[in-house]
């Protein structure tokens, strides 16, 4: 009778067992994994109690220890979750971007790659503390813009003085950094970046419509602070990526302020789509901002920043970014402008790249002077152009309507006061 028992018994017992697993497979993924786990710990608490109430002791105070230390390791996630969305790391990580190429262009033969990782390291802690003072002023309009509303002090996750402790931390230590790796010259242009981010372009972007243009003067000055870290000195040429950057950022800038327009109204800020309602002044100035970026390559060409395959290859990125500013004034929705958006999004890294690989190394052999000279030569042509040339060199005669002397190297040996030396004169 006892066997027949047991065989009774086993059957239910795996009978039981059938329906438990059957369950686990109507669950979900996460449901199973808390129901092994809540069974682990059931048994461990029914073998802790079978061992004596020490080891039960032991047991629960281990689950509490390693409970806290899921809820620090969570919490302390979510602080950097924070501290990223608040100094806008993505953004300040393109700027430090825009500073490395700076610091390429600048550099000799060699490419001094530790002062490099330095200067970016600088410029990254600068633009987290401009961005963090950004937002500690539009707490109340960021709260009111879906683009924003989440961010950590509008959501409510930071106080303002955690946030301001972390713009100072960063601020100084971006200073700082820059102060001891590279020179006074960077460093000022890193604390006259914040001043200008934080302290002028900020509060004007609820005042006027020109904020956008303030910005981009922001956007153009880690390019200067790259170059000046690495040559010690803004040359010539050190513009050239500045004027790049400048004139990228006001496509870039009016695509979104034009597709967010709605949202930038709601936040109180004054952006030129809201006050251009058929688009035409906004795609004007996106257009306009293309073109200028259309002889940026063969300006470095010609100021021996770059290679003239360079000269092409820019050419080429602002006539693509140029189609998009094109279809955006022919037809300006949010469709155009996202198009417009994303094309410069692709433009500067793809930029920069072509800037990377056709660089020539800085040998100082452009300076201030020479560039001077050169516009004076080019003017002074302007002026005196000669109806004809000879090999006599200056004529030494004056123009019988305006009474300028002729210097330029060729021209008719005229004599004074019985010709024109000067062709917009004879007009």
């Not at 808390?34 to 059931?42: A, D, I, K, M, N």
């Not at 910005?215 to 000195?233: D, R, S």
């Not at 010539?236 to 302020?257: D, E, I, K």
């Not at 092409?312 to 037809?331: D, I, P, Q, V």
Request: proline share 4%.
């Amino acid at each position: 009778m006892a066997q027949p028992q047991a065989l009774q018994a086993g059957h239910q017992l795996l009978s039981q067992l059938a329906r438990q697993l059957s369950c686990l497979r109507c669950k979900s993924a996460s449901n199973q994994v808390g129901l092994l786990r809540l069974g682990t710990s059931r048994l461990q608490l029914a073998a802790a109690a079978a061992a004596g109430p020490s080891s039960s002791r032991a047991l629960a105070t281990g689950a509490s220890s390693g409970r806290q230390n899921r809820s620090a390791f969570r919490r302390l996630k979510a602080l950097l979750r924070d501290y990223k969305q608040l100094s806008k790391f993505r953004l300040s990580a393109l700027v430090a971007l825009t500073a490395s190429a700076g610091f390429a262009a600048g550099s000799g033969e060699a490419i001094d790659y530790e002062k490099l990782a330095w200067t970016s390291l600088g410029t990254l802690g600068a633009a987290a503390c401009a961005n963090t003072l950004n937002q500690l002023y539009e707490v109340a309009n960021d709260a009111r813009m879906a683009r924003t509303c989440n961010r950590p002090l509008p959501g409510g996750r930071l106080g303002s003085r955690h946030a301001l402790a972390f713009a100072l931390l960063t601020g100084v230590g971006g200073l700082w950094t820059l102060a001891e790796q590279t020179n006074p010259l960077t460093t000022a242009l890193g604390a006259a970046n914040i001043v200008l981010y934080a302290g002028i372009y900020t509060p004007l972007k609820q005042l006027s419509i020109y904020n956008t243009w303030v910005g981009a003067v922001v956007g153009a000055i880690p390019p200067l602070m790259g170059w000046a870290a690495a040559a010690g000195e803004l040359e010539p040429g050190s513009w050239v990526l500045a004027a790049a950057l400048f004139s990228w950022q006001l496509p870039h800038f009016l695509a979104l302020a034009w597709m967010c327009q709605d949202d930038y109204a709601r936040g109180g800020f004054r952006m030129l789509p809201k006050l251009d309602p058929l688009g035409s002044r906004t795609a004007a100035v996106a257009l306009r901002h293309c073109a200028l970026l259309l002889p940026l390559g063969a300006v470095a060409a010609a100021l021996h920043v770059a290679s003239p395959w360079f000269a092409a290859e820019a050419a080429a990125l602002a006539a693509a970014m140029g189609a998009g500013a094109l279809a955006f004034r022919a037809n300006p929705t949010a469709a155009s402008a996202r198009k417009l958006f994303r094309g410069s999004l692709l433009y500067l890294p793809l930029l920069l790249a072509a800037l990377a690989v056709h660089r020539q190394p800085n040998r100082h052999v452009v300076t201030w002077p020479d560039v001077q000279q050169q516009a004076h030569t080019a003017a002074a042509v302007q002026r005196h152009s000669c109806r004809s040339s000879c090999s006599l060199g200056a004529c030494g005669s004056s123009c019988r309507s305006c009474k300028r002397s002729c210097t330029c190297q060729s021209c008719a040996p005229l004599r004074s006061g019985t010709g024109w030396c000067c062709s917009s004169c004879k007009a």
